[in-house]
């Protein structure tokens, strides 16, 4: 998935909500989408605890997808309304990585996932988004390009609790990998971010890389 790559095609769902909040700040729907953030990771964690609360995994997927909505609108509000600024820049990749620990912190400490594997998610998420934002902070040109942007993970992220609920529902929840290992539908979107968002780091690293190179030789 690379669906970051993808963003134009979105904007049918976005402008006409935009034009409509032409007048709220941008930094105010930043802050909803930071707070949805927090409330969906917190709906992860608490769905494990007791068994009545598994529904939580889908309250939680769909705060997940609205926080997503909100931190994709509020750049298109700042376009429109012509408040788009570096400040407004800085502020919603600093709200996106609270986001995804958030999201993911929450999945991570939750009764659905090994902790060491929820650990080398977030690194892998988070170093895919530092060598995106370190590309621009060099002077290469800023990196969305990879096997893991923000967009896929909050689609899987969105996803794969509701595969969960249902799998719970119907005793499929766990899945015994060649008789070797078990693990849950989470633990299977949790080991995804952590392969493929490293392997995004590594590709971005060496595309940045080579812009340098190309750059000094110009």
Sequence with gaps: MVLDGQRAKADFALTPVAKKLINVNPNTLSWIGLILALISGLLFFLSGEKESWHWMLILGAIVVLVSGYFDAIDGKVAKLAGKASKKGDFL???????????????????????????????????????????????????????????????????????????????????????????????????????????????????VTWRNMTKMEKE
Excluded at 94 to 99: E, T
Excluded at 183 to 199: K, P, Q, R, T
């Design 92 to 206: 919603d990749h600093v709200f996106d990585r609270y986001a995804d620990v958030f999201m993911i912190g929450g999945v991570a400490v939750s009764a659905w996932c090994d902790p060491y594997i929820g650990m080398l998610a977030l690194v892998g998420v988070l170093l895919t988004s530092y060598m995106g934002t370190q590309a621009q902070a060099v002077g290469a040109p800023r990196l969305y390009a990879g096997l893991l942007g923000r967009a896929d993970r909050v689609v899987l992220s969105t996803l794969f609790p509701i595969i969960m609920f249902i799998g719970l529902c119907y005793d499929f929840g766990y899945i015994n990998m060649f008789d070797l290992i078990t693990l849950s539908w989470l633990e299977i979107m949790m080991l995804w971010f952590a392969v493929v968002g490293n392997l995004t780091a590594i590709q971005r690293a060496i």
